[in-house]
């Protein structure tokens, strides 16, 4: 736990020197997803990522040089966002009170990643490129880091970490595109309607996705839409510049995966470890609420999730909140 805070504090000490003299042009984002209303402790139990997005105003020339390197982004766009984070995953399987190697059930994993992406608006789509580089293992401090969450809250300590995925160095690169259309009802009221395609590569994810987002409120077109959620998840934007007062909506959304390699459920890559056999085909089913005043935004999501491994014995909850302010 002391670890991925010095982690998170050393990430802050290297942006915000270059942060002092940008415009108030970036958005700060701490994403929180947990299974603890479910209430369960299994699967992907939790997730937790801080981010920073900086609008054209606030890039520095350093972060234009790096976005200008990637070859099939659009060169000419109404909008270009780059952003930088560092997220913490866990990983576990339904008895956590057991010190043995549980067979028949998914392995403990964590994962700790930073993670560079770039969000591009053209016309009515916008594209995302993300690039993940992380470590699973022990070295990720997952087990650290819910032990002592476990012992704040005073629930049961986990006991099986030491069975879990050995340490490994790993990589994401995605890609996605996304198509808005916003139509009024009338009487102040909008619906936006997001049809989004997308495709991840690497050693701890292998996927394609599809799916779509309906929303439903006012000042739809102040916002890029839903904030996104910790991958494997369905899209959103970081990043939000109104001028509107008030915007807030309900949305609905489900997107469809065609998942060649998952390594929380496959085992480790390079060395022989414990895995289960996935479902090569997951949908996510989400709700949700956003309400954004005065550059603050709040979300709130519940996610239903198939599932995600053959001998899992139900689909799996869990839910979402994403706290973000322009700065």
Known sequence: MRLFLSIILS??????????????DRVFSLEVENDVLTPTDRNFT???RVSVAFGPAAQKPWMTRLADGIPFLAKTYQRRIIGFALGQNMYTPDDTTSFNLIVDDRPYAGWLYGEFWVEVAHGDMVDYFTLQVGVIGPVSVADRTQRAYHRFIGVDRPNGWDNQLGNEPGIV???QRTWTEILGLGGGFEVGSSPHLGAVVGNIYT???AGWTLRLGQNLGEE?????????????????KTSAKVVWYFFAAVEGRAVAR??????????????VDK??????????????IDGIRISYTHV???REFDLQPANHEFSGVNIAFRF
Do not use: C, E, W
């Open 11 to 24: 990430l802050g000490f290297f942006l915000v020197p270059g942060l002092a003299s940008a415009s108030k």
């Open 224 to 240: 890029a839409g839903p904030p996104p959620r910790i991958s494997p998840g369905l899209p959103g934007s970081r990043y939000f």
């Open 207 to 209: 996927y394609a996705a």
């Open 304 to 306: 239903f999730r198939t």
């Open 173 to 175: 690169l995605g890609v």
């Open 262 to 275: 998952d390594i929380f459920l496959d085992g480790n890559t390079f060395a022989s470890s414990h895995g």
């Open 279 to 292: 479902k090569n085909l997951v949908a996510d089913f989400q709700l949700g609420a956003v309400l954004l």
């Open 46 to 48: 939790n997730g937790v």
